[in-house]
Nanobody, 126 residues
Framework: QVQLVESGGGLVQAGGSLRVSCAAS????????MGWFRQAPEKEREFVAS????????YYAESVKGRFTISRDNAKNTVFLQMNSLKPEDTAVYYC???????????????????WGQGTQVTVSS
């Protein structure tokens, strides 16, 4: 059974840091590009960051560039999102996703992903 399980969300003050993780099981992790998306209340799900199968290529939404870092450990079947300088507008449910496809858009579209986790809540207080 293919499964993605996020963890590490929580409540943090503005300016603080948080690292969320996504553990994959039931798939050959190194064959999948991975992405992070987020969805705030009453807003559409939006792209945050993506990482290639090898981890060499990463891509970020403009809103998080310079503050967030995506990384992966293929030996541990895990992808991470390190979030620094957090802002209240970063508050959302954060989802990880996996895809075996190839992309011309740096995997920034939700439609490109086949497997999704259940999400983890990140709340940034002002």
């Amino acid at each position: 059974q293919v499964q993605l399980v996020e963890s590490g969300g929580g409540l943090v003050q503005a300016g603080g840091s948080l690292r969320v993780s996504c553990a994959a099981s039931g798939l050959m992790f190194s064959s999948y590009a991975m992405g992070w998306f987020r969805q705030a209340p009453e807003k559409e799900r939006e792209f945050v960051a993506s990482i290639s199968r090898s981890g060499v290529v990463t891509y970020y939404a403009e809103s998080v560039k310079g503050r967030f870092t995506i990384s992966r450990d293929n030996a541990k079947n895990t992808v991470f999102l390190q979030m620094n300088s957090l802002k209240p507008e970063d508050t959302a449910v954060y989802y990880c996703a996996a895809t075996k496809r190839y992309s011309s858009t740096y995997f920034s579209g939700a439609y490109e992903y086949d497997v999704w986790g259940q999400g983890t809540q990140v709340t940034v207080s002002s």
